[in-house]
């Protein structure tokens, strides 16, 4: 079992930036794939970026490339989402999820084991 807990959400005008942190516990030692996603109010849980274990190989959703990166601290059992030049649109709760393969480009929801409690994200206009 791994535990993930987010943090680092918060309101934030237009332009501005955040860095999410998801911090696992428990079985962290088994090569996890990790991935931010987001929800919001009346949609479906979307991809916004992955990892793998090795740290290569990020991959984004398109509306999210080039603002947002995704890193990680295997030794400190964290990655982060640092989201710059935030828009109104990337208004949600995101997720950090936890796949235990560790493979590279997984974006599919049911591909990941592992989910935190979600942290929620808030851009004004």
């Known amino acids: 079992q791994v535990q993930l807990v987010e943090s680092g959400g918060g309101l934030v005008q237009t332009g501005g930036s955040l860095r999410l942190s998801c911090t696992a516990s428990?079985?962290?030692?088994?090569?996890?794939?990790m991935g931010w996603f987001r929800q919001a109010p009346g949609k479906e849980r979307e991809f916004v970026a992955t990892?793998?274990?090795?740290?290569?190989?990020?991959y984004y959703a398109d509306s999210v490339k080039g603002r947002f990166t995704i890193s990680r601290d295997n030794a400190k059992n964290t990655v982060y989402l640092q989201m710059n030049s935030l828009k109104p649109e990337d208004t949600a709760v995101y997720y950090c999820?936890?796949?235990?393969?560790?493979?590279?480009?997984?974006?599919?929801?049911?591909?990941?084991?592992?989910w935190g409690q979600g942290t929620q994200v808030t851009v004004s206009s």
């Open positions: 999820a936890a796949d235990p393969s560790g493979r590279r480009y997984v974006t599919r929801v049911y591909d990941y084991d592992y």
């Open positions: 428990g079985r962290t030692n088994s090569g996890y794939a």
């Open positions: 990892i793998p274990w090795s740290g290569g190989y990020t």
